[in-house]
């Protein structure tokens, strides 16, 4: 069974422009998650879809939005990128969320740099 | 936030056991996680707990207090590949993560 997987892998984008990123999640798995980590904050929640549907947010400004699409397929779009959004985007996917014996599975990440 | 705390940094000999402390605030709590990530890689599920007690997987053991908020992971006979970060992780309201900063572990010879 394939992995989660992410493309791109490496980005290089200029303030102001906008990027988007997508993740393909494991067959079968219907809830895609999206994290942003960087050195000094972490790992921190941006959305959850489920079924096409944003089903959970974290505090995360409005440039940054997603989408999911029938085949379970994410994207994610960050607009007028700030230098601050420079950091590692990671998507993971699960059966239907939830944790409970839902574990969570990672893709390998984007690793977005914003000059 | 949720208030999850964890050391920054640990270093332990080869051979050694080795425990990885956590503590949270929060509510609608449904479970913790442990995660290992290798520099520049994805993180990879360890362990779930969601009642109190100790959880035994191999060489990996996490333990649950929910009234303390408080977990730990354990790793023991430590092998030079166990150097990585240790995310705990955890699940509010089913379907919400939140993730701690992360313990760099390095594992000396």
């Known amino acids: 069974k394939a992995g989660v997987t992410q493309t791109p892998r490496y980005l290089i984008k200029t303030r102001g422009q906008q990027v988007t990123l997508s993740c393909s999640p494991i067959?079968?798995?219907?809830?895609v998650s999206w994290y942003q980590q960087t050195p000094g904050q972490g790992l921190q929640f941006l959305f959850e879809?489920?079924?096409?549907?944003?089903?959970n947010k974290g505090n995360f400004p409005g440039r940054f939005s997603g989408r999911q699409f029938s085949n379970s397929r994410s994207e994610m779009n960050v607009s007028t990128l700030e230098l601050g959004d420079s950091a590692l985007y990671l998507c993971?996917?699960?059966?239907?969320?939830?944790?409970?014996?839902?574990?969570?599975?990672f893709g390998p990440g984007t690793r977005l740099t914003v000059l | 936030g949720q208030n999850i705390d964890q050391p920054t940094e640990m270093t332990a000999t080869e051979g050694a056991i080795v425990q990885i402390n956590c503590t949270y605030q929060?509510?609608?709590?449904?479970?913790l996680f442990w995660y290992q990530q290798h520099a520049g890689e994805a993180p990879t599920f360890l362990s779930y707990?969601?009642?109190?007690g100790l959880e035994e997987k191999g060489r990996f053991s996490s333990f649950l207090s929910r009234s303390k908020g408080y977990s730990y992971l354990l790793l023991k006979e430590l092998q030079m590949k166990d150097s990585a970060s240790y995310l705990c992780?955890?699940?509010?309201?089913?379907?919400?993560?939140?993730f701690g900063s992360g313990t760099k572990l390095n594992v000396k010879p």
């Open positions: 707990n969601v009642l109190d």
């Open positions: 879809y489920f079924s096409e549907t944003q089903r």
């Open positions: 067959s079968g798995h219907r809830s």
């Open positions: 992780a955890v699940l509010r309201n089913f379907n919400k993560f939140y």
């Open positions: 993971a996917s699960s059966l239907v969320g939830g944790g409970l014996n839902n574990e969570q599975f």
């Open positions: 929060t509510s609608g709590f449904n479970g």
